[in-house]
């Protein structure tokens, strides 16, 4: 087996100082304390994400296409509609035919309101356990450095 020669192909000393290394570890940590509190609700947490999209789009009683809600959470086509399926399946959203016929307006039913009443506030105290290690400006810091990256 022929060694690896880091010093050549990395600017990085150690994993810990690649900003994407800890991305990916800091997040995969976080999600793992999401997807412990959506268990009990029956959500996974790609399905919360759908879940409370659909819910910000549709708030105003406006209907949104599958589409819409596949770019607001950052997801493609075909992620976003087994995700939407699975919603559907247990009875959370239901989806409509839309004026053009060619695509669905999901809405949340009366069940998915109830879970995502329950889900949202179990996510947003996870968050702040998780956060907590961080001074509130530190959050603030963070919030404003991944809408910079975001866009």
Do not use: C
């Given at each position: ?6 010093r050549?192909i ?5 994993p810990?100082e ?44 406006k ?12 997801l ?7 995700i ?13 035919q839309s ?14 309101s ?8 179990a996510?947003?105290s ?26």
């Amino acid at each position: 087996m022929k060694k690896i020669n880091f010093r050549h192909i990395s600017q990085f000393e150690t994993p810990e100082e690649s900003p994407g290394y800890l991305l990916w570890l800091v997040s995969s940590f976080w999600r793992s304390k999401i997807e412990v509190v959506l268990k009990p609700l029956d959500l996974t947490h790609p399905q919360f994400v759908l879940l409370a999209t659909i819910a910000w789009l549709t708030k105003d009683g406006k209907s949104v296409s599958q589409a819409d809600i596949g770019r607001m959470a950052g997801l493609d086509p075909n992620t976003t509609s087994q995700i939407i399926r699975g919603l559907e399946a247990k009875k959370f959203i239901k989806r409509t035919q839309s004026v053009d016929e060619r695509s669905k307006n999901p809405t949340i039913t009366i069940l998915g309101s109830e879970q995502f009443s329950k889900a949202l506030p179990a996510v947003e105290s996870a968050d702040r356990d998780f956060f907590a290690k961080l001074k509130t400006a530190e959050v603030g810091d963070i919030v404003q450095l991944f809408q910079k990256l975001k866009r």
